[in-house]
């Protein structure tokens, strides 16, 4: 396979075969223990669970070791039979499916998508795993396991996805067609399509480092944006998507509706209140520091902003304060009144005492 035809379809094509009846006329080479093992190890049989060693080891009384000598002689013999020679039609559609999924795929994404029965899942794993053309690249800090039948394109998709990683704060929350443009820019030299968002979101999939949270946006897997701990991180992502301020009772209904998660009003008031990405603002109504909002009663927000400014004429500092604080005209004209903060000039304008 070329690497530049990587992504010209954007489902894979459908198994001619169903792969459970591969498997089953694979474990005919193979004897009666051997078989039992095989079918335990990879959820083969009734159970679609897979067994670990010990598991079967206590079956049968025999060591974790000994058990896996038996999987490694079942695999190589089932190799060298008559029988994984006439399945050679069903691991080039395997094959092709793969191809078609993306020539490198997230295990458990690409089984999932192949069927969504789990022993017909099994089956595909147990063939991946005997097929001779198929590479397993497993699971690290960065990435999920995964399988491809091209190395060279897998190496190309790892270095561009980290490159993209890089480029994300743990603060970030992307957009999902931003992240996919961004990343479709990055992998233009190995895919024909360039604008195949389908292809460029599996491949994404593949990454451990970075993850959507349940807006649809992408992040940094660690980031509390993605990652939610508690009330106060879906509180976040509410105001975030509100884009101005909210009052902490519109918080908690909201994220009842949009995460269906039980939410008290006071809770999520505390929450609000513990966490210094949130700012008072009004009577009840929070927003977030990032959007540029200060701590502090409107008396605060007054002297920072004639320490900043200087002297300025009353509504000058009326308009100031609303940029920061949703409170009432006369609430600041109160504030400004308190001699032992403030002066009024001869001009008019009011000053620091």
């Known amino acids: 396979m070329k690497a530049k035809e990587t992504g010209k379809k954007s489902a894979a094509k459908a198994l001619v075969v169903n792969p459970k009846d591969t498997v089953k006329a694979l474990l005919t080479a193979l004897p009666a223990r051997a078989q039992d093992v095989i079918r335990q ?75 969504a029965d789990k022993g017909v899942q099994n089956a595909a794993h147990f063939l991946l795993v005997l097929g001779d053309r198929f590479e397993k690249l497993r699971e690290d800090d960065e990435f999920h396991h995964r399988w491809t039948v091209d190395k060279k394109l ?27 443009s ?9 895919v024909r399509d360039s604008d195949n968002p389908e292809l460029a979101r599996r491949w994404l999939e593949l990454s451990k480092q970075l993850s959507k949270n349940p807006l649809g946006e992408w992040g940094l897997s660690k980031s509390p944006n993605v990652k939610l701990r508690g009330m106060r991180d879906y509180a976040y992502l509410v105001i975030r998507n509100n884009e101005e301020p909210m009052h902490f009772s519109k918080v908690t209904e909201k994220i009842r509706e949009l995460f269906s998660k039980r939410a008290h009003t006071a809770t999520c008031h505390n929450e609000l209140i513990k966490d210094d990405r949130f700012i008072l603002v009004g009577r009840g109504l929070y927003a977030l520091r ?11 927000i007054i002297e920072e ?12 500092i009326v308009s100031g304060v609303l940029k920061e604080r949703m409170v009432k005209h006369n609430t600041i004209i109160v504030n400004l009144q308190n001699s032992h903060f403030f002066k009024r000039l001869t001009d008019g304008r009011y000053a620091l005492v």
């Open 305 to 316: 902003i004639l320490k900043q400014r200087g002297p300025l004429m009353r509504e000058d």
């Open 182 to 190: 961004q990343f479709l820019k990055d992998v233009k030299d190995i």
């Open 154 to 180: 897998g190496d190309k998709v790892h270095t561009a996805l980290r490159k993209l990683c890089s480029g994300v704060k743990e603060a970030d929350l992307i957009k999902e067609e931003i992240l996919i």
């Open 41 to 115: 190890r990879y959820g083969l049989g009734k159970s679609s669970e897979r067994a670990t060693l010990e598991a079967i080891g206590d079956v049968y009384g025999i060591t974790r070791e000994r058990v896996r000598q038996i999987e490694n002689f079942a695999l190589k013999t089932i190799r060298k039979s008559p029988a994984y020679t006439a399945a050679q039609y069903a691991f080039d559609g395997l094959e092709e499916a793969l191809v078609n999924y993306g020539g490198i795929v997230h295990e458990g994404k690409f089984l999932a998508h192949l069927s």
């Open 290 to 300: 990032e959007w540029g909002y200060r701590e502090g009663i409107v008396r605060d």
